[in-house]
């Protein structure tokens, strides 16, 4: 047998995690919509993925329902324009792999504004308001300091400091 390489081995595992969880949210879904038949078995996403978690985002991390937080990856936030105050669920693989998922988006709202770099940081300046952004983000839509961006933003955002760029216009 050729030698195969740690990478393949790794994503491959990764592929066969993440088809176990499509598996067992297809098989909850089809028992929510049909009821318990008999011949349809349950997955037990407990055994099968290791501990799960729900928390809220909080603009780079997620803090979870026991008090601790999470890191979130910023490509993942980025790729989903994952919104302040969005809930996420944390699934800890039993290999220590950390899988996110979105499962309740706050209302949101759409704004635009001028994208300012102070301090290493990227903000967008909404009517005087300033919001962070993710690097992810600006790198991924190659804004540049003084473009304008269209921004979402929780819908009632009086105590947000992050949005979720969408584009660079």
Not at 90 to 110: C, E, M, N, S
Not at 133 to 160: C, H, M, R
Request: overall charge negative; proline content about 5%.
């Amino acid at each position: 047998m050729p030698d195969v390489p740690e990478k393949q081995v790794k994503r491959l595992r990764t592929l066969i995690q993440e088809a176990e969880t499509s598996l067992a949210a297809a098989t909850e879904l089809l028992i929510s919509l049909v009821g318990d038949d008999e011949n349809i078995q349950p997955v037990n996403r407990e055994e099968t993925l290791g501990k799960v978690i729900e928390g809220v985002f909080d603009g780079q991390n997620m803090v979870g329902s026991d008090g601790k937080t999470y890191p979130v990856p910023a490509n993942y936030a980025s790729k989903s324009k994952l919104v302040q105050g969005d809930i996420l669920k944390l699934t800890i693989a039993d290999d220590g792999a950390f899988l996110y998922k979105q499962i309740g988006p706050i209302p949101r709202k759409q704004v635009v504004g001028a994208l300012i770099l102070e301090n290493g940081h990227y903000f967008v300046d909404v009517n005087g308001r300033k919001f962070r952004v993710l690097l992810a983000s600006v790198t991924y839509f190659k804004a540049k300091p003084g473009d304008q961006v269209s921004v979402n933003i929780p819908e009632d955002d009086t105590n947000s400091e992050w949005a979720a760029l969408e584009a660079a216009l």
